[in-house]
């Protein structure tokens, strides 16, 4: 997946990580970059500093350190040398790039009455690497499948950052959106799916067109808030599920509520370590107090294994497959 990214890197950049091994190539997840510090990758569990030769090493002292002029360099391409048409994600401090890819930026903020107006001086880059891994859903969807409704539960994915949420809500999608339930003998079709995209990273889109497979029928508001976006796409595009990444300001769930009351069913993820830990945001709390999700997704990744899951009712109590489900 480097070369997705490769040529939004300065040449230095470029050639470290091409010297990398190609299964630790494969393998990164995360490019930080950070001024006058090492330069460093992570994949999995683990992380390494790179030095001037692009070999891996553990020592702060023989890594190579980003320059001022590597980053601004950084910048200058990563915003394609036009600053001001990323300045809104600037100032939310990260930026998408075409791929999905997103990249957290940190440095001097500017203020305007006590809010942050953008940042500037920026020192700390965290480049993500977006990957479209299909077939992650099919274990977890089986779980989710509403018999009755012949449709999906309304659904919380919730896990820490890196844990996978937001691959697994990108198959689910396609998945839903082509009908493969996983369901032994169910012909229901696909349904119709809404993507609300604000950061660009379930659907990489470039120019409104997805990059990543989202399914047949799977329309995506790309770059829009995300109760704008559920709002807008309730109105004039008559979805059956809704799906939208990382909820957890009021007006997220105020969108939700008019969906699910307008019959459209929701799936959404959240930053969590389990159930309990979601309760204790207060938005959230307020969902879950009200039963608007019938399922919840736990995701945890262990050391050296791939991600696991558990899958938890209305009541935040352990779920068992549905015995017709079974195969």
Avoid at 67 to 80: A, F, G, V, W, Y
Avoid at 98 to 107: E, I, K, S, T, Y
Avoid at 188 to 203: F, I, M, N, P, Q
Wanted: one cysteine or more; proline letters at 6%; charged letters at 25%.
């Amino acid at each position: 997946m480097l070369d997705t990214i490769m040529h939004l890197l300065p040449q230095t950049f470029r050639f470290l990580l091409a010297e990398l091994p190609p299964d630790v190539q494969a393998s990164v997840e995360e490019i930080r970059v950070r001024e006058s510090r090492p330069f460093e990758i992570s994949w999995g569990d683990r992380y390494a500093f790179l030095d001037e030769q692009g070999q891996m090493v553990t020592q702060e002292a023989k890594a190579y350190k980003p320059s001022r002029q590597d980053c601004l360099t950084l910048l200058e391409m990563l915003t394609n040398h036009s600053l001001y048409t990323f300045e809104e994600e600037l100032r939310r401090g990260y930026i998408t790039i075409a791929g999905g890819h997103r990249v957290g930026l940190a440095g001097r903020t500017v203020l305007d009455q006590g809010h942050v107006r953008q940042i500037r001086d920026v020192s700390s880059f965290n480049i993500r690497i977006a990957r479209e891994i299909q077939g992650v859903g099919q274990e977890v969807l089986p779980y989710l499948f509403d018999p009755p409704q012949r449709s999906i539960h309304h659904t919380l994915i919730i896990s820490p950052p890196q844990q996978g949420k937001t691959t697994l809500i990108r198959d689910l999608a396609r998945l839903i959106s082509r009908g493969e339930w996983g369901v032994n003998n169910l012909t229901t079709a696909g349904k119709k799916v809404g993507v609300v995209d604000e950061r660009s990273e379930l659907a990489a889109c470039v120019k409104g067109v997805p990059r990543f497979d989202l399914g047949p029928r799977t329309d995506v508001m790309d770059g829009c808030p995300k109760a704008e976006g559920m709002m807008m796409m309730i109105r004039s595009l008559s979805p059956d599920v809704l799906v939208v990444d990382e909820i957890g300001r009021p007006e997220d769930a105020q969108a939700i509520h008019e969906a699910v009351h307008t019959g459209i069913r929701v799936v959404a993820t959240a930053h969590g370590a389990n159930y309990e830990d979601v309760r204790m945001r207060p938005v959230l709390k307020q969902l879950l107090e009200e039963g608007v999700f019938t399922r919840y997704v736990i995701l945890h990744r262990t050391k050296g294994a791939p991600a696991s899951f558990r899958i938890l009712d209305r009541q935040g109590k352990q779920l068992e497959l549905y015995p017709a489900l079974k195969g």
